[in-house]
């Protein structure tokens, strides 16, 4: 795992490529669990409340998955692939300093079946180019987890 200004990337994991901070894991029964990653959680401070899209909704990579609220910002947070909201993490809507706590593991936001996932995991970047694109990114930007 990669520590950047304080903040970890895994390697292993895929991520959305600009400045839509957003992860994905593949999992084993073809699957994609989606959150926010510590540079995001950092932007967005103390994270208050998480809204995810409604169970059964059909997301577009890029479009918004759920929301965000912190004391300091309420935005979007846009899925890293196209396809079914399967599961909501209903811990992180009793619980949302999870997002900010535990941000690769129980605050991931949702699953989703994906719809197109050749397609979409061709436009995610993941080990040292993802290590790369943060790297950048958190320069520009100012971020830091510290």
């Known amino acids: 795992m990669a520590v950047i200004n304080g903040c970890s990337i895994p390697e292993d994991l895929y991520y959305l490529a600009g400045d839509k901070l ?8 073809g699957t994609v669990t989606a959150g926010v990653p510590d540079p995001g959680q950092a932007v967005a401070g103390k ?3 998480v809204t995810p899209k409604k169970l ?20 979007p947070v ?4 196209s396809g079914e909201i399967i ?9 949302p300093a999870l997002v900010n706590e535990d941000p690769y593991g129980e605050g991931w936001i949702v699953r989703l079946q994906p719809s197109n996932l050749e397609e979409d995991k061709a436009v995610l970047v993941t080990g040292r180019a ?15 987890c510290q």
């Open 87 to 95: 599961a909501i993490n209903e811990a992180v809507k009793g619980n």
């Open 78 to 81: 846009p899925a890293p692939v």
């Open 47 to 49: 994270v208050v409340a």
């Open 22 to 29: 957003v992860w994905a894991r593949f999992e084993d029964d």
């Open 130 to 144: 993802a290590v790369d694109a943060f790297q950048q990114l958190m320069a520009e930007k100012g971020i830091s």
């Open 56 to 75: 059964g909704r059909t997301i577009t990579r890029g479009k918004s998955m759920g929301t965000l609220e912190s004391g300091k910002w309420v935005g």
